[in-house]
């Protein structure tokens, strides 16, 4: 995140002072950089960790850390190499800092501690992986409007295969082990950090600038593992291309990775996703089962590139990837296939609606992040994203998301942001749309 003026600070003291919403207020720091070291036991399902946390404040004088740590064992903190008082609050981590820190200070701590399995750390036997909850896996500021850089350091055994988000930096091997270092330059919610290692079979494929890296858990019935993802994945390729003309942006990165792993993991993360092992058959058998293959691409421009401030407007995220999921689906296949999709995303929402489920897109009652989640984000989001398209035009329609797409790449957003880019290209005023479908 990028620091806070002095107007910024004067809406930041309102925003605590009037509470004008059950969404909780903002924490009074940004966090600037994660250093994480982590070293993943697939014998024992553990994970020891240490984490250098760079942040500056965003009001004068604080003097403790909210910070989220899951269910994580933590063993110290440290600030210089001394150690600071800390106690736990459910799933918060409370640190008292040694000094109180001012305006422009840019002061570091160090957490060390223990992981095992949870929800966002998930634990095979030949294979680990995150899913959503960094705060099961790294103590973080978990609020996805705390945008950071990360640099990542994993250990793990030497035969086994990893992935992480950002970009490979290098490899070296310690005795029976592989230490690697990946850094995300560019700052990311900390929510879509992650990572997995295990003995996966490995392919590859470029779509232009752009390596395509593909890992599957192993099968011990077949030899050609590594053969099948090319097949598996052959729509990879076409997707990105899809996206990158539709958003005006190029992928954000020199590498994609798609790994099929054990569990139901369905789960993007900055620069791969993680995907069922079952959907990879799924592919072999029905090729044009596509939805979620684009679904999940389509967040490294929605969802990461670009975020939700917070979870009041998750849609941002959820919709857009859903609909633009169904949009390939139309290039590919024909109207009648983009039809069909939304035809299921109407009547689901249709039926929360009946259920007395409905709710804005832009959701500001929630006080857990759970609570701005489920299934209205995804389904009521495509759906009036479709209604906007037949109401702007085609031209306007597609001009708006790139003119969105340019003017916040980078930057968390808002549902007003949305609909100033969209106005923009429609040269027309579309409050009403938005006061019908996304505010009330």
């Known amino acids: 995140m990028k620091r806070a003026s002095g107007p910024a600070l004067a809406a930041l003291f309102l925003f605590f002072t009037l509470r004008v919403s059950a969404a909780p207020p903002p924490r009074p720091y940004d966090v600037d950089n994660y250093d994480v070291k982590i070293a993943p036991d697939l014998g024992a399902k553990r994970l020891e960790g240490e984490v250098t946390i760079r942040f500056h404040s965003i009001v004068d004088g604080l003097d403790s850390l909210e910070l989220d740590a899951g269910a994580l064992d933590v063993r110290e903190v440290l600030e210089d190499s001394a150690g600071l008082r800390f106690e736990r609050r459910g799933e918060l981590l409370i640190v008292q800092l040694s000094k109180p820190v001012h305006l422009g200070e840019e002061p570091e701590i160090t957490v060390r501690y223990n992981a095992g399995p949870a929800a966002g750390l998930n634990f095979f036997e030949d294979q680990v992986y995150t899913a959503y909850f960094t705060s099961h896996w790294m103590v973080s500021n978990d609020r996805p409007e705390d945008r950071a850089t990360l640099r990542l350091v994993i250990t793990a055994p030497a035969s086994a295969k990893v992935a992480a988000s950002g970009r490979l930096i290098k490899t070296r091997r310690e005795g029976s082990h592989s230490v690697s270092e990946w850094r995300q330059d560019a700052e990311v919610p900390p929510f879509v950090f992650g990572f997995a290692a295990g003995d996966f079979a490995e392919n590859s494929a470029q779509a232009n600038r752009v390596k395509l890296r593909y890992l599957a858990t192993r099968s011990p019935q077949s030899k050609n593992d590594a053969a099948a993802l090319k097949k598996i994945f052959q729509n990879t390729a076409p997707a990105l291309r899809f996206l990158e003309e539709k958003s005006g942006m190029p992928y954000p990165g020199p590498t994609y990775t798609q790994i099929l792993a054990r569990g139901d993991p369905k789960q993007e993360a900055a620069t791969f996703t993680l995907l069922p ?60 296939r983009y039809q069909h999709e939304i035809d299921d995303a109407r009547a689901t929402y249709e039926k929360f609606k009946a259920d007395g489920r409905d709710r804005p897109l832009s959701f500001h009652g929630w006080n857990v992040a759970r609570e701005a989640g489920g299934s209205i984000p995804y389904y009521k989001g495509a759906w009036v994203l479709h209604l906007l398209r037949q109401q702007m035009g085609e031209d306007a329609f597609w001009r708006g998301l790139r003119v969105y797409t340019k003017d916040n790449w980078g930057r968390a957003t808002t549902s007003r942001d949305f609909q100033k880019s969209m106005e923009a290209a429609a040269a027309t005023n579309l409050a009403e749309f938005f006061n019908m479908w996304v505010y009330r």
């Open 277 to 336: 092992e079952e959907y990879g058959k799924t592919l072999l058998s029905k090729p044009d089962d596509l939805w979620l293959l684009v679904h999940e691409l389509a967040h490294q421009w929605y969802g990461i590139g670009i975020a939700c401030r917070d979870w009041s407007d998750f849609w941002l995220n959820e919709g857009l990837a859903t609909f633009l999921a169904d949009g390939f689906l139309e290039q590919q296949f024909g109207a009648e």
